[in-house]
């Protein structure tokens, strides 16, 4: 498992506005003491960050997530108050000692707050993210389901980690989904995704590959990660452009501040032999298949069936 430090936008939020002796500051502004207060966590940050590279500076990027991640933030802290002003004012209160006496512990906290994070944990970030952004239905595959009868290594880089579906009837009329189905028409886009905790310059082509060759079964194809430094991008867009993978940065924070970094291309048609092979080695594999064939032969869907996504 690899250990990393959050940055844990809410605490900092918190902290910062704790500090402030009640005085009402805008989004920039907590962003513009948040960029002071922690400049190695924003320099991580802005590493990390795509959006930086495209024009936008850290501070401003906080500030937009301040806004997007609000009721996050007042969730974990719902002392934060807001004046609706324009722009929006947010302030902590001071009421008594005793209440900054609790904002001065869970300053401490917040500043101290770690997360150890595996690849596994960033499953559900992903899920509703690809849930909320490309209406797909997701589930993990879990190699250890594996039967393994090639030997310990017969199965390398076979497996992805995520595998999804699209309904591309989800809009159609009734009469549109049954001719549809009767003419033997496109109903449902599969989807494959390799995650990964970091992706730098000295990783970026063995993980690329590794996601080349257990997702290009599918119509659309993604490597995603929770950090990817900025050294490695120019390599990514070689490498996608030249194979149609596409890249999907995870936000564990927020998962609607997730982004496509770069889209996938769409294939023609999903390669039904290596699907097959996966069928044959992993349960997992075999139960998606099975949803994707209810799909086809109900037109229905359900939430249930897939362990990413949402639950209503």
Request: glycine content about 4%.
């Amino acid at each position: 498992m690899a250990k990393r430090t959050s940055f844990n936008l809410a605490g900092k939020v918190f902290t910062i506005l704790s500090k402030a002796n009640g005085e009402r500051i805008t989004a920039r502004e907590t962003a513009k003491r948040i960029v002071a207060n922690y400049p190695d966590d924003c320099e991580a940050k802005a590493e990390r960050s795509q959006a930086i590279d495209e024009g936008y500076t850290v501070e401003g990027q906080i500030a937009s997530e301040i806004g997007s991640s609000l009721k996050m933030i007042l969730k974990k802290y719902p002392a934060i108050q807001i004046i609706e002003t324009r722009p929006r004012e947010y302030y902590v209160p001071i009421e008594s000692e005793e209440i900054e006496a609790t904002a001065t512990v869970k300053s401490v906290l917040a500043d101290s707050y770690e997360e150890v994070f595996s690849e596994h944990d960033l499953y559900p970030f992903l899920g509703q993210f690809v849930w909320s952004d490309l209406d797909c239905f997701s589930m993990r595959i879990d190699e250890r389901k594996s039967r393994n009868a090639r030997g310990p290594k017969g199965n390398m880089w076979l497996y992805p980690d995520i595998v999804g579906m699209t309904d591309l009837t989800s809009n159609w009329s009734n009469e549109t989904s049954a001719l549809a189905k009767a003419t033997q028409t496109e109903l449902a886009h599969l989807f494959s995704f390799e995650v990964k905790l970091t992706i730098n310059r000295s990783n970026v082509r063995e993980v690329f590959f590794q996601t080349l060759s257990n997702s290009s079964w599918a119509h659309y194809s993604y490597l995603a990660a929770s950090e990817i430094n900025r050294n490695a991008m120019p390599e990514l867009r070689l490498l996608c452009a030249s194979h149609g993978i596409g890249l999907i940065q995870i936000e564990t924070t927020d998962a609607s501040n997730s982004q496509v970094l770069i889209p996938a291309r769409l294939k023609d048609a999903v390669d039904w032999n290596l699907l097959n092979r996966l069928a044959e080695e992993n349960s997992d594999a075999r139960y998606f298949i099975k949803a994707v064939r209810d799909f086809h032969l109900t037109g229905e869907t359900s939430q249930r069936n897939w362990d990413l996504c949402p639950k209503k």
